[in-house]
């Protein structure tokens, strides 16, 4: 029970990340690189706020930076988590649809019936070490943006755990 409640927040937090259009332009001077990677940022910013971290800052540049305080009587090295929430300017990150299949068959992934596009379990015969599971996947018609969402909703997820788990 606790565990499918703990996946569901993962996912609902993850779903919340990749809905936010983060695409990147290359020809930009500026970071980030686009005034809508702000709504992220901003995002971020009160998510860590809201499940306890301290020191939360962001600067001009939408680095964001937060500290988990120590639980220990004694000095530990500091570790730090890194990951960025651009995503490729090559393919539009705007009204993502993500689909999510739980307990994945092995099968192909029918992405979008309407326009017939698919993830051929054939093609990438890496899905089907993934039986079973649960699989979010874009609809086809946008990027997902989860190499970098992914790594975000891992981050923010295990500082939140760490703070309720000490």
Request: charged content about 25%.
């Amino acid at each position: 029970m606790i565990q499918n409640y703990l996946m569901q927040n993962i996912i609902d937090r993850f779903i919340s990340y990749i809905t936010i259009d983060t695409q990147s332009d290359p020809s930009s001077k500026t970071t980030p690189s686009t005034e809508k990677q702000w709504d992220l940022a901003h995002k971020l910013v009160s998510e860590l706020e809201e499940i306890g971290m301290s020191d939360v800052t962001i600067d001009d540049n939408a680095y964001i930076m937060a500290t988990l305080p120590s639980n220990l009587e004694y000095e530990v090295p500091t570790i730090g988590f890194i990951s960025h929430f651009d995503t490729s300017p090559d393919f539009t990150g705007a009204n993502v649809h993500p689909k999510i299949i739980k307990d994945y068959d092995g099968n192909d992934i029918v992405l979008n019936e309407e326009k017939g596009i698919f993830l051929s379990s054939d093609y990438f015969e890496d899905l089907k070490q993934y039986k079973g599971q649960t699989i979010i996947t874009t609809d086809g018609t946008t990027l997902l943006g989860a190499d970098d969402k992914a790594g975000i909703t891992e981050i923010v997820s295990a500082m939140e755990y760490l703070i309720n788990h000490p």
